[in-house]
């Protein structure tokens, strides 16, 4: 009988073992087999139970490194692991903003180029999704250069380089992440269905009939009518055919509207097809030049003309193309007046639709310099082609390999992790949850106390505060998000361990991705840095520890003032609304004194309730002497757009 020794892929070559703790090393041998593990000076032994699987527990060592981690067992089995580090390692797990690549995430293409970090060693899991709690992963621990950090997180590289640069030490990466997956993804069932708050929504899982298997017939056929009952389908341009793109056309019975914005906005909460036109006043001296039309995002289809003529379009066959920004050339022949007729046809599938993104982003310029030029931004006539009921998202059937179900991706992804020895995990996600946000407090918790459990120990967990996003509203107005990140800062508060690391000055309003990973990755480790490594340091912006009401004003006190607060960028402050027993929120004055801003506004003689960065896409600029910015808070706890959605 051949003799074998299996152990899992986070034992390879280039590993990081956790300084200063326990070091779990476990495999698979036959049963009844005595194991030794030797690393550095010391050594540790145990016997395989009756499944052949064994555990060895190595006592806690400094850093150092290189080391060789060698395996012997006992029926002559032999394993050597090389160029050992012991160091720092870290989880980094989450959705998309976790997973984006270190290639788009804010460094240049030579910044890129250059990277040859021994410092940093990357164990990068990959995407599997499974029914049942997986032994292993397919991965293996690489060292940190040009190609290898590519495709690994931004955010976590960046965080690795702060706290490795601030140790001296190596730093472990650990990568398991998903874009676009849930929280409940990551949280076994038994966990969910112990909760009455979280039974709901394995409750809805069984519910559903599995779809059939991928790339069958009948898959094709259950996802064609998923599809059909989901989304609008667009019947045709009928617009272009009643003239709405020429240039001559006759807009006496079209309304106004600004642009950016979503048109639910403004009240017309209709999905469809609706057309936007105005003129742009270009400079003679463009006259027969190629310029470049800009749009920013659509959401979700368009067809663009200029004098008549079709530009350009995305559709359907474009993935995202709800986010997908509109550059379109126009044609040099196009261009022989200094008055250009710009008209669009948006067809909106289900949910918000429009031209949403930012003022900045809608231009027309010379190809030669495109970011400069006419601004697009302000009134555009409008005409409505084809008013559609409103569609409401339902998900796609689930399927045996999708990810999109509970504990599938703690089966795969997270699990088989466990009991690998960490300093703790750092956690970008909550997108995907941002419609549960009131529930999203109770599932969050729940998933870190579980991940706690495999482990064995209550390591540190790091959040990501949600990003700004969507476009910025002129009104004080309710937010599923801002609510989003109130339940992340509640998290924060329940549980021991947890921290936040905000990021409310660092958003697209076009784009759920914003580029600026680097950012996000330092706010991590200054967190880390001053609370697991003692580094004397702010970690935080100003954050609420009293509120009180003063006659006609309210008071509200801060800590980590960190040498007192300021406006960023200058005064006044921005971002704070206050409200009465109406309960209807103004923006309000705001004015700093010592660790208190004082907030009023001739509005609300008698507050009652103070919010700050409350939306979407918060504008606040409320900072501490670091420059770190003040997290989002409400002073009240008034029912919310999320309140009692499970």
């Known amino acids: 009988m051949p003799v074998t020794m299996r152990l899992p892929a986070l034992f390879t070559d280039h590993m990081v073992i956790q300084r200063e703790q326990i070091v779990p090393v476990w495999g698979w041998t036959s049963p009844g087999v005595t194991v030794t593990a030797t690393l550095g000076t010391v050594s540790a032994a145990a016997t395989s139970d009756a499944q052949g699987r064994f555990r060895i527990d190595l006592p806690p060592q400094l850093a150092s490194g290189p080391h060789v981690l060698t395996l012997v067992s006992g029926d002559g089995a032999r394993r050597a692991i090389a160029d050992v580090q012991i160091g720092e390692v870290w989880l980094c797990s989450g959705q998309s903003n976790m997973e984006w690549p270190t290639r788009i995430s804010g460094y240049s293409d030579t910044e890129l180029a250059a990277i040859d970090n021994p410092r940093i060693r990357l164990f990068h899991v990959p995407q599997t999704t499974a029914l049942t709690v997986q032994e292993d992963v397919r991965a293996a621990w690489k060292l940190c250069d040009a190609s290898g950090v590519a495709e690994f997180s931004g955010v ?27 929280a409940e993804w990551w949280t076994p069932i038994a966990a969910l269905e112990a909760n009455p708050e979280l039974k709901p929504i394995v409750d809805r899982h069984r519910a559903t ?49 600004t642009l950016p914005q979503y048109w ?44 008549g003529e079709k530009v350009g379009a995305i559709g359907k066959e474009t993935a995202n193309a709800y986010s997908a920004p509109r550059v379109y050339t126009v044609p040099g022949r196009l261009v022989t007046a200094t008055t250009l007729a710009i008209a669009v046809r948006v067809f909106d599938q289900i949910g918000n639709g429009g031209i949403y993104g930012s003022p900045s982003a809608m231009r027309l310029s010379r ?42 991706l703690w089966n795969g992804m997270l699990r088989p992790l466990a009991p690998y020895a960490i300093r703790g995990a750092i956690w970008y996600q909550g997108e995907g949850n941002a419609d549960r946000a009131e529930q999203y407090r109770i599932l969050m918790a729940t998933m870190i106390s579980t991940w706690r459990r495999a482990w064995g120990y209550d390591f540190p967990f790091y959040q990501v505060q949600l990003a700004p996003f969507m476009m910025r509203r ?51 480790a200054r967190i880390a840095l001053a609370r697991d490594y003692r580094q004397d340091i702010e970690h935080s912006g100003p954050r609420v520890i ?57 509005d609300v003689p008698a507050p009652l309730a103070v919010r ?35």
């Open 367 to 408: 190809v030669a310099e495109p970011d400069k030029g006419v601004a697009l931004a302000g009134r555009w006539h409008y005409r409505v082609e084809l008013a559609l009921e409103p569609k409401s998202w339902t998900a796609p059937p689930e399927t045996s390999d999708s990810p999109s179900a509970p504990e599938r």
């Open 546 to 602: 009293e509120s009180s009401v003063v006659g006609e004003r309210m008071a509200i006190r801060f800590a980590h003032c960190c040498g007192g607060l300021t406006a960023f960028g200058g005064p006044p402050l921005r971002g704070f609304a206050i409200a009465g027993k109406d309960r209807v929120f103004v923006w309000a004055q705001a004015t700093i004194s010592a660790d208190t801003v004082t907030v009023s506004s001739p």
């Open 264 to 307: 639910e906005a403004t009240g017309l909460n209709i999905d469809g097809a609706v057309w936007f036109r105005r003129t742009a006043e270009i400079p003679a001296a463009w006259l027969g030049q190629d310029l470049v039309l800009s749009l920013g995002p659509i959401d979700d289809f368009d067809t663009t003309y200029v004098m």
């Open 209 to 257: 009939p599995p779809a059939p298997k991928p790339g069958s017939p009948e898959y094709a056929t259950v996802m064609r009518e998923w599809e059909r009952a989901s989304v609008h389908h667009d019947p045709g341009n009928q617009g272009e055919g009643w003239g709405w793109a020429a240039v001559g056309c006759d807009l006496a019975e079209w309304k106004l509207m």
């Open 612 to 646: 700050y960065a409350w939306a979407d896409f918060p504008q606040g600029n409320l900072v501490n002497q670091d420059g770190l910015p003040a997290r989002p808070f409400r002073t009240d706890t008034w029912p919310g757009v999320t309140t009692g959605k499970r």
């Open 474 to 524: 002129e009104q004080p107005q309710e937010s599923a998000w801002a609510e989003l990140r109130e339940a992340q800062e509640q998290v924060t508060a329940d549980l021991p361990g947890c921290d936040l690391a905000v990021i409310i000055d660092s958003g697209d309003e076009a784009d759920i991705h914003p580029r600026n990973k680097p950012l996000v990755g330092r706010r991590l």
């Open 156 to 182: 976590a590289y960046a965080f690795a380089c702060d706290v490795a640069r601030a140790l001296g030490v190596t730093v472990g990466l650990v990568q398991s992440a998903w874009g676009g997956t849930n």
